[in-house]
């Protein structure tokens, strides 16, 4: 897509998808090769169970009860796998290079998502989220799986009287993009890295 850079003050960032495209807790404990097969089964493919956690009525030692239901392993240690495993995220390369751009001209960015309460105590401060993004929405925080009101809230707080006649996302879910845009803002599809870094160059920002 084509638009003015100059006339954008704010960028929403979606995460899962578009900031970060790997899994949660890919690395499985020691002697658990059915780690991942449990996750699956019983924490990402039960829609309530899920749903329940990235709107904070579940925390990530509830999560980590229910997996050791069905692995032989404590709580705790359950919860420190997990809590590693966050801190090893390797992200979107180009996205993060755009996010930079972004902030050395002074143009606001909101990273706003769907997630979990891990997500806001464990990836945000340890990956520097907070230090790259001004303001960060999550779900869990909130009480909320609706993407325009998590908009809403973070121009709330950014301030300022932006909305989304000067702002812009960048989002994977078509969805989302077309709500966004009907709202009036700009929307920008992440497809991919390669594609990504073509719309960088063509907006100069690579």
């Known amino acids: 897509m084509t638009f003015d850079l100059a006339k954008i003050r704010c960028v929403l960032f979606d995460f899962g998808g578009t900031l970060y495209s790997g899994r949660y807790f890919a690395d499985a404990p020691e002697g658990h090769d059915n780690w ?39 709580v705790a240690s359950i919860v420190k796998q997990m809590e590693d495993g966050c801190r090893d995220l390797k992200f979107n390369p180009n996205v993060i290079l755009f996010a930079q751009k972004l902030k050395q001209k002074n143009i606001t960015t909101a990273l706003v998502t769907l997630n979990m309460d891990i997500f806001s105590n464990v990836v945000v401060p340890s990956h520097g989220l907070d230090q790259l993004f001004g303001v960060i929405v ?69």
């Not at 077309?178 to 870094?197: I, M, P, S, V």
């Open 36 to 74: 991942q097969e449990i996750l699956d089964l019983h924490v990402f493919g039960q829609p309530l169970v899920l749903s329940q956690w990235l709107l904070g009525r579940k925390n990530t030692v509830d999560i980590a009860g229910i997996v050791a239901e069905h692995i032989k392993l404590p």
């Open 138 to 206: 999550n779900s869990a925080d909130i009480g909320t799986l609706n993407k325009e009101v998590l908009w809403q809230k973070a121009f709330e707080l950014v301030g300022d009287g932006i909305g989304f006649a000067d702002s812009l996302l960048l989002e994977d879910n078509a969805c989302n993009l077309e709500l966004f845009g009907r709202r009036g803002g700009k929307a920008c599809a992440y497809k991919d890295e390669k594609t990504f870094y073509e719309w960088l160059t063509e907006i100069g920002l690579n």
